[in-house]
């Protein structure tokens, strides 16, 4: 691992375009692989963790290649994934092994799953214990993680799920599972969470129903389903906009635009969030692309002060809560979070690991079992220091990356490698906004 020290800058300006959305990336190759044609994907994410995703397709019979600034994908058709003849490498990538699982347990075929040292540790249970219910048989390590076997079942059982915790991969591995199986499969949600599965189903012709049941959302599809080759196009990633707008935010005199950026709002939870702190975000140029409402930020320098994160808005903003952490730690006051259990299973425990790092340069933090309480310095930028340790997780080293611009001394990180997993432009782009 090489170290690399994050220095204070002045403001960010200018236009940039972040990467592809990783989740509609992922589910994009997947739905196209299980369609029976060609279909076209523009804005593909391409960092590891979806090509991960792109080379498990590969080997089960899809073809998948770059075209230009696109790619291509002829698919295969629902239920008939042919056999792989090696383990499924998913790398750092928990939505490519819980998505997969889903799409292999309703195939007559069995498979290796394997990954790095950090997915090794995070829990698959969760998609085992529905997926088991439909008829697959999972042979996992101790604890219920990878690498494991998942050998499928043809047909299928279809089940009605409720989901335990709110969580949109374990949703659709169910549904991927129940487009091969015969019968009416439906996931209930006493939480609404990301619906990129549902919208993205229809663009390739499933019939997906979407009911209201004593306040809960139920999401059902019918199979064997057949999908029909479509044209995707990605918008940007929200997750990935995250870390832009709120160096944007806290760095004085910034006065930056992030181009088609995806609003879903399953996902904008730390942009409404950010408002609410007093953050400049205008949203310039609404639209839909693809069906998922689109729109370019601008983000102008802000005074933030502290709030009370409302626990509602976690599961749209899971992912986005280390950088929020960053941007607290700059506001007016104490901000408060709460039913974050989630982050302590994520590539690493990014409760304890965000509360160490930001510890580490300067910061106020109370660490809770749900959640961190941050007081903030009111505008002054933070001392700096380090080395931060990253345990290789791609969130932690941004979100560093964004402290280290409003420090004082900078702010150095153990490793910056995992950042190639979700965004592989990232220090490029940073040097392009502060240059």
């Known amino acids: 691992m090489t170290p690399h020290r994050f220095l204070p800058s002045g403001p960010l300006k200018g236009r940039i375009r972040v990467p592809g959305d990783k989740s509609i990336s992922h589910r994009a190759l997947m739905f196209a692989a299980l369609a029976v044609g060609r279909s076209r994907i523009s804005g593909l994410l391409e960092g590891e963790d979806v090509m991960a995703t792109a080379a498990a397709l590969r080997t089960m019979g899809a073809r998948i290649a770059r075209e230009g600034d696109d790619w291509v994908v002829d698919g295969v058709g629902v239920g008939t994934l042919l056999q792989p003849d090696r383990a499924l490498d998913m790398g750092n990538s928990g939505t490519s092994a819980r998505l997969l699982m889903g799409l292999l347990a309703s195939h007559g075929i069995t498979a290796v799953l394997t990954g790095d040292a950090s997915l090794s540790k995070r829990p698959m249970d969760r998609v085992i214990e529905p997926l088991s219910q439909m008829g697959a048989q999972f042979t996992a390590s101790p604890g219920g993680t990878l690498p494991l076997t998942v050998r499928g079942m043809q047909p299928a059982v279809p089940i009605a799920y409720r989901l335990p915790v709110a969580s949109a991969q374990v949703k659709s591995a169910v549904l991927l599972a129940g487009l091969n199986t015969p019968g009416t499969t439906t996931v209930i949600e006493p939480v609404p969470t990301r ?45 990935s906009a995250a870390f832009f707008a709120v160096a944007a935010s806290i760095v004085p005199g910034s006065d930056l635009v992030l181009e088609n950026v995806g609003l879903n709002p399953t996902r904008d939870g730390l942009f409404r969030v950010l408002v609410q702190m007093g953050a400049s975000i205008e949203r310039l140029d609404e639209r839909e692309v693809g069906g998922e409402p689109v729109a370019d930020l601008r983000i102008r320098h802000a005074r933030l002060r502290g709030i009370a994160v409302d626990p509602a808005l976690a599961p749209s903003m899971i992912d986005e809560f280390p950088v929020l952490f960053v941007a607290a730690a700059l506001a007016e006051g104490r901000t408060t979070t709460a039913g974050l259990e989630e982050l302590r299973v994520k590539e690493s425990d990014r409760l304890s690991a965000m509360a160490s790092a930001l510890r580490t340069i300067g910061a106020s933090v109370e660490e809770r079992a749900n959640g961190l309480v941050i007081e903030g310095t009111g505008g002054a930028p933070l001392a700096g ?19 280290g611009l409003a420090s004082r001394h900078g702010v150095q990180v153990d490793t910056t490698e995992p950042i190639a997993t979700s965004f592989p432009n990232f220090l490029a782009l940073l040097d392009e906004a502060t240059g």
């Open 385 to 403: 220091g380090g080395p931060v340790a990253t345990h290789l997780d791609h969130r932690i080293a941004m979100s560093m990356a964004v402290a």
């Open 195 to 239: 619906d990129h599965t549902e919208r993205m189903l229809r663009g390739f012709g499933v019939e997906v129903r979407i009911e209201e049941r004593d306040g809960e959302r139920c999401v059902s599809l019918s199979g064997p389903a057949d999908l029909a080759p479509c044209d995707v196009a990605v918008p940007g990633d929200p997750s």
